[in-house]
């Protein structure tokens, strides 16, 4: 199973992987990081297929798709 590690803190909270994700599962955090901005995180009710969307539209490189072997 691949699982979605999003960098809080490198995130601008552009949005872009959230409207790119096919299943809506990720959102706009309701909480700054330390730079001022909204960043993306998952939903907690929607699971990741691992298709790398996310990653590939994300412009600050704050996405990561690993294995759960590899955690």
Do not use: S
């Amino acid at each position: 199973m691949v699982k979605v590690i999003i960098d809080k803190e490198w995130c601008k909270g552009c949005g872009l992987c959230v409207h790119v994700c096919p299943k809506g599962g990720l959102q706009t955090a309701k909480k700054l990081n330390e730079k001022g901005y909204f960043p993306a995180e998952k939903c907690k009710t929607v699971r990741c297929t691992g298709c790398g969307m996310c990653m590939l539209v994300c412009p600050d490189m704050a996405i990561q798709l690993v294995d759960d072997d590899e955690i």
